[in-house]
């Protein structure tokens, strides 16, 4: 016999595999729009509350409007619920 008495052969784990139906994931938008001449930018507690409510920001954008003003676009995502 060999010297290693004391290892034991592995028992092979059945392994089952199950066709699960993944359902793509479903996202809502939001667009927060502000024109810097009458309004001011969000404020933290502001964009608090958007992120408590599951709001995430993705993106900003600054456009000068023809009358001299700004408007800025805050684009935010979450996850639909069902």
Same mark, same amino acid.
């Given at each position: 016999?060999? &010297?290693?008495?004391? +290892? ?6 059945? +392994? ?5 139906? +993944? ?9 927060? =729009?502000?024109?810097? !001449?009458?309004?001011? +930018? ?8 958007? &992120?408590?409510? &599951? ?9 000068? =409007?023809?009358? &001299? ?8 995502? !979450?996850?639909?619920?069902?």
């Amino acid at each position: 016999m060999s &010297g290693q008495q004391d +290892v034991k052969p592995t028992i092979p784990v059945p +392994v089952v595999y199950e066709n699960v139906r +993944v359902e793509p994931t479903r996202w809502e938008y939001r667009v927060l =729009t502000i024109d810097t !001449r009458e309004m001011a +930018v969000p404020d933290a507690a502001t964009l608090n509350e958007l &992120g408590n409510e &599951g709001w995430l920001l993705t993106g900003v954008l600054d456009l000068e =409007t023809t009358r &001299g003003g700004t408007r800025i676009h805050y684009y935010f995502v !979450r996850q639909k619920l069902a």
